[in-house]
């Protein structure tokens, strides 16, 4: 890094040190000074340092809170700066924040969150001083397997505030669907081309080839065809509000080579 640039990132930091402006950098790493644990947080190439009680991570189940959010982007603030080392706090961002949502923020608007970490069936994401735990119900329309086939930590992601108090927000609200468009382009009855695209407990899951809008279809034991297939599906029951659709595989016109 030049000098000039260095000079103008150590600015930056010495004015979130001075107005408490919000920075945003990635935890990359963790390391102990003397017996106390922090993490390396990079901004532009500068290494601060997050104490471990600065970071504010709402679970309580969580013991390791800076090595549960590694490779996370987080915002923070400047708490101190020496000769050697910048020190950061996530958690005075976080008080920052949530002062923002309570009085800039409405119901039903849609803001940016970051994806702070993702099992299976949950994604996390950080917005505005809050760690929602989103379910797949809340993340989209379709049918979602794993979470992990559909986020990473760091990712940006839409939400839309359902509610303020208590704070919640899905992701699902703010998408951008083909049912907006044209909600009554399928009937109850008609016959449709799709792709297997998840076989569970629930169902067989098709996306219709036309627009990718999904339907449900019953299981059927020995005959299920197997995901990639492409099928013939039997509209059975159309729910607009719900964004569903619900049918018959009425017959299978080829599965993928194995």
């Given at each position: 890094m030049?000098?000039?640039?260095k000079?103008?990132?150590?600015?930056l930091?010495?004015?979130?040190?001075?107005?408490?402006?919000?920075l945003?950098?990635?935890?990359?790493g963790?390391?102990?000074?003397?017996?106390?644990?922090?993490g390396?947080?990079?901004?532009?190439?500068?290494?601060?340092?997050?104490?471990?009680e600065e970071v504010?991570?709402s679970?309580?189940?969580v013991?390791?809170?800076?090595?549960?959010?590694l490779?996370a982007?987080?915002?923070?603030v400047?708490?101190?700066i020496?000769?050697?080392?910048?020190?950061?706090?996530?958690?005075v961002?976080k008080?920052?924040?949530?002062?923002?949502?309570e009085?800039?923020?409405?119901e039903?608007q849609?803001?940016?969150?970051?994806?702070?970490g993702?099992?299976p069936?949950?994604?996390?994401?950080d917005?505005?001083g809050?760690?929602f735990?989103?379910?797949?119900?809340?993340?989209?329309?379709?049918?979602?397997?794993?979470?992990?086939e559909?986020?990473k930590?760091?990712?940006s992601?839409?939400a839309?505030?359902?509610?303020?108090?208590?704070p919640?927000?899905s992701?699902?609200?703010?998408l951008?669907?083909?049912?907006?468009k044209?909600p009554?382009r399928?009937?109850?009855g008609e016959?449709?081309v799709g792709?297997?695209?998840a076989?569970a407990n629930?169902?067989i899951?098709?996306?219709?080839i036309e627009?990718?809008?999904q339907?449900?279809?019953?299981?059927?034991?020995l005959k299920?065809?197997?995901?990639?297939?492409?099928v013939?599906?039997l509209?059975?029951?159309?729910?607009?509000?719900q964004?569903k659709?619900?049918?018959?595989?009425v017959?299978?016109?080829?599965?993928?080579?194995?």
């Open positions: 030049k000098q000039t640039q000079d103008e990132v150590r600015r930091l010495q004015k979130s040190y001075n107005y408490k402006t919000i945003t950098g990635q935890l990359a963790k390391k102990k000074i003397g017996d106390k644990t922090y390396v947080v990079l901004y532009q190439g500068i290494r601060c340092l997050l104490p471990a504010d991570l679970t309580e189940t013991n390791d809170k800076i090595g549960a959010l490779g982007t987080i915002e923070f400047v708490t101190d020496q000769k050697d080392n910048v020190f950061i706090s996530r958690k961002a008080q920052l924040r949530r002062i923002e949502f009085n800039n923020v409405k039903g849609i803001i940016n969150g970051r994806v702070i993702v099992s069936k949950n994604v996390y994401v917005a505005f809050y760690e735990g989103l379910t797949a119900k809340d993340v989209d329309y379709k049918w979602i397997h794993d979470m992990r559909r986020f930590v760091g990712d992601v839409k839309k505030v359902i509610s303020k108090n208590p919640q927000i992701i699902k609200e703010a951008t669907t083909p049912w907006e044209d009554d399928y009937k109850v016959q449709y792709k297997v695209v076989v629930l169902g899951f098709v996306d219709l627009d990718g809008r339907v449900l279809c019953p299981p059927m034991g299920t065809p197997v995901i990639g297939s492409v013939v599906v509209i059975k029951d159309i729910n607009k509000e964004k659709m619900w049918g018959d595989i017959r299978i016109i080829s599965e993928p080579r194995i």
